[in-house]
C-alpha cells in the first residue's frame, strides 16, 4: 500500500517541479513545431499533474487531522495511482508524437521530460512495484514504437535509449522495493521491541502513551 503521510507528502515540490518543466517543454514545443496536437497533449499531462498535485495536497489536509484507517488509506492510494498513470499516459504521448517528426530540438526535450518523468516514477513509485511498472511502460513505450517506425539510424538509436532505460528502471524498482520492505520489516521489529516487554512479551507504558495520544487527536478530529 501507498498508506505512507512520508510517501505522499514527500511528492508535492516534485509535482511542482514537473508541472514548471511540463510548461517549458511544450513552450519550446509551439516555436520550435507549430504543432497544435503537441500543444493538446502538453495541456493534457499538465492537467493531470495539476490533478495529482490537488491529490496531494487533499491527502496532507487530511492526515493532519486524523489517522487513517485502512479502507480510506487505500481510497488515497487509488486516487494517487489514477493521477500517475494519466499524468504518465500524457508523458508518453508527448514522445510518441514528438518522434513521429524528424526534428532533433523536438527530439531532445521531449526525451528529457520523459527522462525526467521515468526517473520521478523510479523514485517515487518504487514502494508499489505494479503501479510504478505500469507508469513506466507507458512513459516509455509508445516513444520507443513511434521512434522504431522511423527507418533512419537517429530515431533507431532513440528506440533502443528508451528500451534500454526502461528495462534498467525495471531493474531500480525491483532492488528500491526489496530495500524498502526489508527496512520496514526492521522497522517493525524495532517497534516491537520498544513497545513490549523482552521477558513477558506485553505492551508496556510507551505503548500506552502512543495509543492514548492517537485516540486523543481521533476524538479531536470527529
Avoid at 500500500?1 to 513552450?27: E, H, K, W
Avoid at 490537488?54 to 488509506?73: C, H, I, M, W, Y
Avoid at 526525451?111 to 511498472?133: F, K, W, Y
Avoid at 511502460?137 to 509508445?142: D, K, R
Wanted: aromatic content about 10%; proline content about 3%.
Amino acid at each position: 500500500m501507498l498508506n505512507s503521510s512520508a510517501y505522499f507528502l514527500g511528492g508535492r515540490y516534485p509535482t511542482v517541479i514537473f508541472i514548471a518543466v511540463q510548461i517549458l517543454v511544450g513552450a519550446v514545443l509551439w516555436f520550435e513545431s507549430r504543432d497544435s496536437v503537441n500543444v493538446v497533449l502538453v495541456t493534457v499531462a499538465i492537467l493531470c499533474s495539476l490533478a495529482r498535485l490537488l491529490v496531494l495536497k487533499s491527502f496532507g489536509q487530511t492526515v493532519s487531522n486524523r489517522t487513517l484507517d485502512e479502507p480510506t488509506a487505500r481510497l488515497w492510494e487509488r486516487r494517487y495511482a489514477t493521477s500517475s498513470i494519466l499524468m504518465s499516459i500524457a508523458t508518453g504521448a508527448i514522445g510518441a508524437r514528438c518522434f513521429l517528426g524528424s526534428d532533433i530540438l523536438v527530439h531532445m526535450f521531449a526525451a528529457g521530460l520523459m527522462c525526467g518523468c521515468g526517473a520521478g516514477v523510479v523514485t517515487r513509485l518504487s514502494a508499489s512495484p505494479r503501479l510504478a511498472i505500469v507508469s513506466l511502460c507507458c512513459i516509455c513505450i509508445p516513444s520507443t514504437v513511434a521512434a522504431f517506425l522511423n527507418p533512419d539510424i537517429v530515431h533507431f538509436g532513440l528506440a533502443i535509449l528508451f528500451f534500454s532505460f526502461l528495462v534498467g528502471s525495471l531493474e531500480a524498482i525491483k532492488y528500491l522495493f526489496n530495500t524498502t520492505v526489508d527496512q520496514l520489516i526492521l522497522k517493525q521489529k524495532f517497534s516491537r521491541l520498544a513497545h513490549r516487554d523482552p521477558l513477558t512479551n506485553l505492551f508496556n507504558r510507551l505503548m500506552l502513551s502512543d495509543n492514548i495520544e492517537i485516540a486523543l487527536r481521533n476524538l479531536q478530529a470527529e
